[in-house]
């Protein structure tokens, strides 16, 4: 493990002096900080300290990706406040938000050792898949929709659809749709809705990278698109993954499809704040936007690199896309049997 000079690195010595802030490191005390990877939003760091544990995270203005992405930074403060929230209703899902810096637009939590916490991507991409898992991510992403639905104060509180829009709607929806001109319309009517539509408080990147598979459950991480918005948006997001770790030469579809059915049974078996019916639509026709988004977005999975991978993504996802499907395992049988 690499001691970093703060003499060295402005960003080092940024977060030193907010620890210090914050009250958690001492006048004189000294830190360990390590970089962690896995995200391309914002700087991640391992501080440790002569007694303790702990992860920093800050915002970045401009994230890591190929295309030019620039996204405001306070959305920071976002991800703490959805974070401090989602802990009255799940607290073993999430970390602990320990201390905050709204001015340097980083805040500290709670380190989960990777050991006992590794993240369901990983997983997933090493073909281990638990369709009880997923049941799980389904109770526990309807549980949070349900209990925000019923709280009085959050879309005021989580009025974030600036950044929502910036960080999701822009790169996933928008691009795609100019890279496919002939369904720029179709795209753009579902973006708009997605937007419009306030129901619930939302995550916004419900991704197995953000799901650590916890000794209790699931623990949601990166809520740095939290808003008050469409929940059909986190379901899609997630269930867009279950279906692209499929997309890869070689592997069997069907372990895939049976966790993408068991987190959408899971899921609507907490529905109680609006039609079935209609929030099955709007995931159904979020669903294969974001399917193409992967391909042909501003972020592109990593894994998909073989062109016949992205054109048998392409050539499922368009027609749907103009013609939307309105049962969601009827999505996932179709794609198990391409």
Not at 26 to 39: F, N
Not at 140 to 159: K, V, Y
Request: glycine content about 6%; overall charge negative; charged content about 25%.
């Amino acid at each position: 493990m690499t001691q970093l000079d703060p003499e060295q690195d402005d960003g080092v010595t940024a977060i030193l002096v907010a620890l210090r802030h914050m009250g958690l490191l001492g006048p004189g005390e000294g830190a360990r900080l390590t970089p962690l990877t896995g995200g391309v939003s914002s700087d991640i760091h391992l501080v440790e300290t002569s007694d303790r544990r702990l992860c920093v995270k800050r915002a970045l203005a401009r994230l890591k990706v190929a295309a030019v992405w620039e996204v405001p930074t306070g959305r920071n403060a976002a991800e703490a406040a959805w974070m401090r929230q989602v802990a009255h209703w799940l607290p073993d899902g999430v970390p602990v938000i320990l201390g905050e810096d709204e001015e340097r637009g980083l805040f500290a939590m709670s380190f989960l050792p990777p050991e006992r916490n590794p993240v369901w991507k990983a997983l997933l991409l090493d073909r281990i898949v638990d369709a009880a898992f997923a049941a799980r991510v389904g109770a526990d992403l309807g549980l949070l929709h349900a209990a925000s639905a019923r709280e009085a104060g959050l879309a005021e509180r989580f009025a974030n659809d600036a950044t929502f829009e910036a960080i999701r709607i822009e790169p996933y929806l928008i691009a795609t749709a100019r890279a496919h001109p002939d369904l720029v319309g179709r795209i753009e009517a579902i973006a708009a809705r997605t937007l419009a539509t306030k129901k619930a408080l939302i995550h916004g990147d419900v991704s197995p990278k953000n799901i650590l598979c916890g000794e209790k459950g699931p623990i949601f991480l990166d809520a740095e698109c939290a808003c008050f918005g469409d929940p059909a948006f986190d379901l899609a997001f997630c269930l867009n993954h279950l279906l692209l770790k499929g997309a890869r030469r070689g592997v069997p579809r069907k372990a895939y499809r049976d966790a993408f059915e068991a987190l959408v049974n899971a899921y609507f078996a907490r529905i109680d704040w609006e039609d079935r019916a209609d929030l099955e639509a709007r995931t159904a026709a979020l669903l294969p936007v974001l399917f193409l988004a992967r391909v042909d977005g501003k972020s592109p999975v990593e894994y998909l690199t073989h062109e016949d991978e992205q054109e048998a993504v392409r050539r499922f996802a368009r027609p749907l896309i103009a013609d939307p499907q309105q049962d969601l395992i009827a999505i996932a049988n179709a794609w198990t049997r391409q």
